[in-house]
C-alpha cells in the first residue's frame, strides 16, 4: 500500500495522481475520490463531516429487514419535478432539492411529488443512477439515466444547484435522504459496477493498464454489457474496490439498498462479500439485481438467476413472471396471460410463488430459495411502460378497456409472494410516447405528468388499496418457502384465470383464509371457493383495499367480473 500524508487543513484541495506505470506517466483522479470537480476531471479533498445537512442522523425509518415486507418504487431523480403539472420551484426542478418537498399539491388540490410516493404506501425509494456519471455536461444539464460511471463514490453533479461547488453536491443528496426518511421512505441506490463510460480514460485503467477489464483470447475489451467493456468482478482489487464503495455510501449516506445493474456480470464471491459487508453495516439493507444470464466469464460463477441458490440475501429481478403476465419486453405485439394469451399461465404462476420449488407442476425458469429472492414486476425504466405495451400489444384502442388490463396485470405483482416493484408513475398509467429505451429521450418523453393522477384516479386509488391490503396482512409477505408450501394453494381453474388460497389464520393474519382470482377471461367467470361460508370482497372490480365491499353469504362459489382481480376472506376456520 503507498500511503502519502500532506500536513495541515487540505479541504477543498484539487488533485488527481501523476502515475509512472510500464514505462509511461500517466494522470489520474483518484478512484477512491469522494469529491470532484465539475464534470469530475479533478478529484477534491473533503471534509465531509462539513457537508452534513442540519440534523443529520443515522436513525432510519422503520422497517423488519424482512425482503417481502418492502415495495419498492423505482424514481429518476429528473423525471420527479421537471413536468409543469406540479408547482416545483424552478431552481428545484430536475434536482436533488425536488425531494425534499413534502407537501407539494396540484392546482386541483391533488399531492405530488414525494408527498403523492408517500401516500401510495412504498417502503423504498430506487433512485437511479446518482453516482457521478459522464454522459451529462453537469454545467449544462440535459436528462439522460445515468449508466454511465465515472467517479464511483462521488454524487452527480447535474442533480445539484452548483456542480463547480464540491461540496454542494453532498450536502444537497445528504439532504434529499434526510428528508426522505423523514417521510418514512428508505432509499435504494442503483449502482452500477459492471462496466464504466469510458474504460481508456477511466481512472484504474490509468493507474494499472489492462487489470479492471475483462478481455478476449486477442487481448480485446469483452462488452458482454453492450457499453464496450466489462469490469473483471473475480479480480481481487476490483473486488475490493466494489466492496469498499457500497460499504462508503451504506455508511456515509445513511443508504438503505442497492441495485445492482446487470448482476449477471458480477461473480458470485463478489456479490457474497457485498452481502456479508452491508449486513454487518446493518442488516436491513436490500440488495437486488438483474440477474441475467450474461458474460464472458465461467457460467458457474455468475451471479445470475440459474445460480441464486449461492445467492442467500440477495434477490433478482423475475422476468418469468414480467414477461408470462404481459408479454415479451422485446417485441411490442406480444402478448402474456393478462392480455390473452393464456399459455403463459405457468409462468405468472411460478412467480405467484415467488420462484420457489413451491410444486412439480409449477416450472420456474430458475428456482429461488425463498420468495424473498424474487422481484416481482410487470414495468421498470427499461421498456416500454406498462401503459405502451397494452396500447402496443392490444386491439383495443378504448381507453377505459385498457385501464382495466392495466389494473389486472399490475394487481398480480403486487399481491404475489415476493418483493413487489413498481415503476414510478405506473400507478396513474405513465406512457412514454411508446418510446422503448427513453435513456436519453428527454424530460419531454420521460418527466412524471402528475396531472395523470386525476386523471387515471381510479388506477390509482386501485394501486394504493392494493398496497395498503398487503401491509396490512402478513398471508401476502410470506419470507420462508416451507411457510408458503405449507399455508398456499392453487385452486383449479380454466386456463383464463389464476386462483389460490392462502391459509392467513396459520400466518398469524387477522383473515383466516384469503382467496385471490385474476380473471383475464373477456367476460364474467364462477370459480369454486375453499369452503362453504360466510366470504367478505375487499377486492372487486377496479376497487381495492381492506374495507369489505360486500359479503357474499353461505356460498361456495363466486362469480368474478372480467379483467379484473378478486380479492375475499372467511373468518372461520
Not at 478512484?31 to 443515522?58: C, F, H, M, Q
Not at 422497517?63 to 419498492?72: E, L, M
Not at 449508466?147 to 442533480?159: I, Q
Not at 405513465?430 to 395523470?452: A, T
Amino acid at each position: 500500500t503507498w500511503v502519502y500524508t500532506l500536513d495541515g487543513n487540505q479541504d477543498g484541495l484539487i488533485y488527481t495522481y501523476n502515475v509512472e506505470v510500464y514505462g509511461s506517466e500517466n494522470e489520474a483522479v483518484d478512484p477512491y475520490a469522494r469529491a470532484a470537480i465539475a464534470n469530475g476531471k479533478r478529484s477534491v479533498v473533503v471534509d465531509l463531516e462539513s457537508t452534513n445537512p442540519k440534523g443529520w442522523s443515522k436513525e432510519k425509518p422503520n422497517f423488519t429487514g424482512k425482503p417481502t415486507d418492502a415495495v419498492i418504487y423505482e424514481l429518476h431523480v429528473r423525471d420527479l419535478s421537471m413536468d409543469k403539472s406540479a408547482p416545483f420551484p424552478k431552481s428545484a426542478r430536475g434536482k436533488y432539492s425536488g425531494l425534499t418537498f413534502s407537501n407539494l399539491k396540484s392546482s386541483n388540490g391533488q399531492p405530488v411529488g414525494v408527498a403523492a410516493i408517500k401516500d401510495l404506501g412504498i417502503t423504498h425509494l430506487q433512485l437511479l443512477p446518482i453516482y457521478d456519471y459522464a454522459s451529462v455536461d453537469e454545467l449544462k444539464p440535459i436528462f439522460n439515466w445515468g449508466y454511465d460511471p465515472l467517479n464511483y463514490n462521488v454524487p452527480e453533479g447535474s442533480y445539484s444547484s452548483n456542480p463547480n461547488n464540491p461540496k454542494t453536491r453532498i450536502t444537497e443528496l445528504k439532504s434529499a435522504i434526510q428528508a426522505l426518511h423523514g417521510q418514512g421512505i428508505r432509499v435504494i441506490m442503483d449502482v452500477v459496477y459492471n462496466h464504466v463510460f469510458d474504460a481508456s480514460t477511466f481512472s484504474q485503467s490509468k493507474i494499472i493498464p489492462g487489470y479492471w477489464f475483462r478481455t478476449d483470447s486477442d487481448g480485446r475489451l469483452t462488452s458482454a454489457s453492450g457499453c464496450g467493456n466489462d469490469s473483471a468482478s473475480e479480480r481481487a482489487m476490483v473486488r475490493k474496490f466494489i466492496v469498499d464503495s457500497v460499504k462508503y455510501w451504506a455508511s456515509e449516506y445513511n443508504i438503505s439498498g442497492f441495485r445492482f445493474d446487470l448482476m449477471g456480470l458480477h461473480d458470485i464471491e463478489t456479490m457474497q462479500e457485498v452481502r456479508k459487508e452491508l449486513s454487518a453495516i446493518d442488516p436491513t439493507i436490500i440488495i437486488i439485481g438483474e440477474g441475467w444470464n450474461m458474460g464472458t466469464h465461467p457460467s458457474e460463477i455468475r451471479s445470475n438467476q440459474s445460480n441464486i441458490e449461492k445467492l442467500d440475501g440477495i434477490a433478482v429481478f423475475n422476468d418469468q413472471i414480467r414477461d408470462g403476465i404481459k408479454g415479451s419486453v422485446f417485441t411490442a405485439s406480444d402478448k402474456g396471460f393478462a392480455t390473452g394469451t393464456f399459455g403463459k399461465k405457468n409462468n405468472v404462476m411460478a412467480g405467484i410463488v415467488g420462484n420457489t420449488d413451491f410444486a412439480s407442476d409449477i416450472l420456474p425458469a430458475f428456482t429461488t430459495l425463498s420468495p424473498a429472492q424474487s422481484v416481482n414486476y410487470v414495468e421498470a425504466h427499461d421498456n416500454n411502460t406498462l401503459e405502451d405495451k397494452l396500447r402496443l400489444s392490444l386491439s383495443t384502442k378504448n381507453s377505459s378497456t385498457i385501464a382495466s388490463y392495466h389494473r389486472l396485470a399490475s394487481a398480480i405483482p403486487l399481491l404475489a409472494q415476493g418483493i413487489p416493484f413498481i415503476h414510478a408513475g405506473q400507478e396513474f398509467q405513465r406512457s412514454k410516447n411508446v418510446d422503448s429505451n427513453s435513456y436519453q429521450s428527454g424530460d419531454e418523453i420521460n418527466s412524471l405528468k402528475w396531472n395523470l393522477i386525476s386523471k387515471n384516479a381510479v388506477t390509482r386509488n386501485y394501486f394504493k388499496g392494493l398496497l395498503n391490503l398487503r401491509a396490512k396482512h402478513s398471508a401476502f409477505r410470506i419470507s420462508s418457502t416451507a411457510e408458503l408450501k405449507s399455508h398456499f394453494n392453487f385452486i383449479k381453474t380454466p386456463d383464463e384465470a389464476i386462483a389460490y388460497t392462502i391459509k392467513g389464520g396459520a400466518l398469524k393474519d387477522s383473515w383466516n383464509t384469503i382467496v385471490v382470482i385474476h380473471n383475464a377471461k373477456l367476460a364474467n367467470m364462477k370459480v369454486t371457493l375453499p369452503s362453504q361460508g360466510d366470504w367478505n370482497v375487499v377486492v372487486e372490480g377496479n376497487k381495492a383495499g381492506t374495507k369489505v365491499l360486500r359479503t357474499i353469504r353461505n356460498a361456495n362459489l363466486v362469480e368474478i367480473k372480467p379483467l379484473s382481480t378478486m380479492v375475499l376472506y372467511s373468518k372461520q376456520p
